[in-house]
């Protein structure tokens, strides 16, 4: 029974990553009506966040080994909670910009702390949950931020209140902290059992930082689709920019459904398969897309975009803990969230300013061909983690 309470209290963690992505995003064009500031300051914030968040990524294995997991989930919870509190009451865009670094850094840490916890602890079909809950955070907030702006509130009130939400939750993980000593054993002891059988073999030195830039592959790749799709709706197939909207919501939709689909068999179909699958499936529904056809067509691509994604990104944290020891798996993983703000802040600009001087049309082109060579170096990193971690996959 504390086993079940606190898988659900991690995925009520995880919710907590994607609800403050709704106040620089759903937010900002109220924001930046508020502090008298043109579009493109967002880009302030964006990057405030990104730097602090890949930062806490790259550097909270050390804080998660002295800490534990449960006081680095509270105390991060804690800070976004303050974070967003901060927000509703910020005086200036200065003070946006500043608040933005311990939310960054709060939801980097509880990133890190807890995809180490869930690839160490359970199985590939909860990290696969625990992603899906990730869409969860990232679709509730846009909602709560929409109700404030429509009521007096404004978007202050709608940080308040996600704010308060945060605090609640810092106070549950703070009230749980005695539960985080009492995770399953099960999927521990079959990845020491690789850990002990692969001892005989060194690992290769690069994987360390394969592992890694896989993550800034992906999520560049994502980030790209989510950032561009909608321009390419409106700027080449004649959308309006409500349906583009509504469109979106087909990829992100596909995304958080798919990873809750993909949990149930995500157990016996192993995380090395279903890696391959995914990226083959979004390189399929992006060459689709590249067709232009009719809007149904468009549709089917966007769906089968964010299906294929779906696995990808808990599959390769999960695979993590089968293909390294346990302390450096610890490392890894910090790297690999790190790696994953990088690769959504820079690539997706550098596609922007291409199509801006190429055009739309090279977007998805590039996206290709983010993907192609992600499953060339996924494939790459299997090789050099083979053998008996090829194993674990499948009893994960």
Not at 100 to 120: E, H, K, R, W, Y
Not at 275 to 294: E, K, Q, T, Y
């Amino acid at each position: 029974m504390a086993q079940r309470f606190l898988l659900v209290i991690i995925y009520l963690s995880f919710i907590s990553i994607g609800l403050p992505d709704a106040v620089t995003g759903t937010a900002w064009p109220a924001v930046r009506l508020t502090f008298g500031q043109p579009l493109e300051a967002l880009s302030a914030i964006v990057m405030a966040f990104t730097v602090s968040g890949a930062l806490s990524g790259f550097f909270g294995s050390v804080v998660i080994k002295k800490f534990g997991t449960g006081i680095v989930a509270a105390a991060s919870c804690l800070i976004t909670s303050l974070a967003l509190i901060g927000y509703a009451v910020s005086p200036s865009f200065v003070w946006l910009v500043v608040l933005t670094v311990p939310m960054g850094l709060g939801c980097g840490a509880v990133d890190s702390a807890l995809n180490n916890f869930v690839s160490q602890h359970y199985t590939a079909r909860h990290m696969n949950w625990l992603h899906g809950f990730w869409g969860v955070g990232v679709t509730l907030g846009p909602l709560v931020i929409g109700a404030a702006l429509a009521s007096s509130s404004g978007w202050r009130g709608g940080a308040l209140t996600l704010g308060l939400m945060q605090l609640a939750l810092a106070l549950v993980l703070a009230l749980s902290l005695s539960l985080w000593h009492k995770a399953p054993l099960a999927h521990a002891q079959a990845t020491e059992a690789g850990h002990a059988a692969r001892s005989q073999h060194s690992t290769h030195p690069l994987a360390v930082w394969i592992a890694p830039l896989t993550f800034f592959i992906y999520v560049a790749a994502e980030a790209s689709v989510g950032v561009w799709m909608a321009s390419i709706l409106v700027g080449s197939r004649q959308f309006t920019p409500a349906q583009a909207g509504g469109w979106m919501s087909v990829y992100f939709g596909a995304i958080m459904v798919g990873r809750f689909a993909i949990g149930l068999v995500a157990n016996h179909l192993g995380n090395r398969l279903l890696v391959r699958l995914g990226i083959g499936l979004s390189i399929v529904g992006v060459l689709l897309f590249m067709l232009n056809g009719p809007y149904a067509l468009s549709m089917l691509a966007l769906a089968l975009i964010g299906l294929g994604f779906a696995p990808v990104y808990p599959s390769l944290m999960h695979e993590t803990a089968n293909r390294f020891a346990p302390d450096v798996a610890r490392v890894v993983i910090g790297r690999q969230a790190g790696c994953s703000y990088v690769g959504a802040f820079f690539l997706p600009p550098l596609t922007g300013v291409i199509a801006g001087s190429v055009g739309l049309w090279v977007i998805m082109p590039a996206i290709a061909a983010m993907l192609v060579i992600l499953l060339l170096v996924t494939q790459w990193l299997d090789r050099m983690t083979p053998a008996e971690t090829e194993g674990l996959a499948v009893v994960n």
